[in-house]
Every structure is written in C-alpha cells, then in structure tokens.
C-alpha cells in the first residue's frame, strides 16, 4: 500500500497562485492512478482532478478546468497540483489520493490511500 503526505498549503489572495506537492512511499507509485480532493468546511469532499499511471491523461472537474494543472513525476514518487487564478470558493483542505485501476475516478470511495491533507485558504 502506498503512503501519501501533501505539502504546499498555505493562504493566498484571489487570483494568486499556488502549488501542492504529494509525495508518496511504500508502494511501486507508477502502478497508481492519483487524485486530488478538496473539501470545504462543513461539506463533503469533492473531485479536483486525477491522472493516470503514466500521466499521459488527466481530468478535471469543471470548476477548475483551465485554471488547475497536474502532473507527476514518477521517479521522485510525487504528483502535483498547480493552482492558478485562485477564487475563495477555492478554499478547503486539498488531498491527493491513489488507487489501483487504470482509470480516474471521481468518487472518493474508489480510491485507497490518502494523504492527511493540506489547507488552502483564499482570501477575497
């Protein structure tokens, strides 16, 4: 199984930007789809984006298509998340998450493994 840590939170502007890092251990990382969440306070978390295997696809949910990017680097075990244009509705506490099928999922009962999470504050 494989272990994740995010790093990278912090509190920005809107419109400003900011970058999460999920570094992973304990598992060949390369054979894991990854995810990123988000959830707000007081309300369930929600699909961010995801990536496949060997990053050659990703997705995004629509209210951060054009604006979030991620990527992976599987030799250093780390998927990323770059935030740009941020809005306060943007706000919450990001994880990245892992799981074995090929595919992105977008319900986070189909993913494995978590991270503790990473607080992203936007301020208007």
């Known amino acids: 199984q494989v272990q994740l840590v995010e790093s990278g939170g912090g509190l920005v502007q809107a419109g400003g930007s900011l970058r999460l890092s999920c570094a992973a251990s304990?598992?060949?990382?390369?054979?894991?789809?990854m995810g990123w969440f988000r959830q707000a306070p007081g309300k369930e978390r929600v699909f961010v984006g995801g990536?496949?295997?060997?990053?050659?696809?990703?997705y995004y949910a629509d209210s951060v298509k054009g604006r979030f990017t991620i990527s992976r680097d599987n030799g250093q075990k780390t998927v990323s998340l770059q935030m740009n244009s941020l809005k306060p509705e943007d706000t919450g506490v990001y994880y990245c998450?892992?799981?074995?099928?090929?595919?992105?999922?977008?319900?986070?009962?189909?993913?494995?493994?978590w991270g503790q999470g990473t607080q992203v504050t936007v301020s208007s």
């Open positions: 990536i496949t295997r060997s990053g050659g696809s990703t």
């Open positions: 304990g598992d060949t990382f390369n054979s894991y789809t």
């Open positions: 998450a892992a799981r074995r099928p090929i595919r992105i999922a977008t319900i986070s009962n189909e993913y494995g493994a």
